[in-house]
């Protein structure tokens, strides 16, 4: 059984940092990619960053710069920093797992970050 266990959100003031674990169990996590979403309420869900199994790296134009993604495969988890938060990167962040070739993807049950002074 696949699963994602999403930890490290918490509340922040702004400019402070968090660091965002993504625990996989069931499978190789070399084997997917791995993507950091996140949703806002009242906000569709959007692409944070993006790591490919070959270490391809993808940012969101409003994090690049301030957000680090990383994955440790022989641990099977995978990483979000995030340094300089401001208010709106508040929400609930994801993380997801994408078969390589197939695409079939998981997603884990997200973990909060609220960004407020």
């Known amino acids: 059984q696949v699963q994602l266990v999403e930890s490290g959100g918490g509340v922040v003031q702004p400019g402070e940092s968090l660091r965002l674990s993504c625990a996989v169990s069931?499978?190789?996590?070399?084997?997917?990619?791995v993507g950091w979403y996140r949703q806002a309420p009242g906000k569709q869900r959007e692409l944070v960053a993006r790591?490919?199994?070959?270490?391809?790296?993808t940012y969101g134009d409003s994090v690049r710069g301030r957000f680090t993604i990383s994955r440790d495969n022989p641990l099977h988890t995978a990483f979000l920093q995030l340094d300089s938060l401001r208010p709106e990167d508040s929400g609930l962040y994801f993380c997801?797992?994408?078969?390589?070739?197939?695409?079939?993807?998981?997603w884990g049950p997200g973990t909060q970050v609220t960004v407020s002074s």
């Open positions: 790591i490919t199994n070959a270490d391809r790296i």
């Open positions: 997801s797992i994408e078969r390589v070739l197939t695409g079939y993807t998981y």
């Open positions: 069931g499978i190789a996590l070399i084997n997917y990619h």
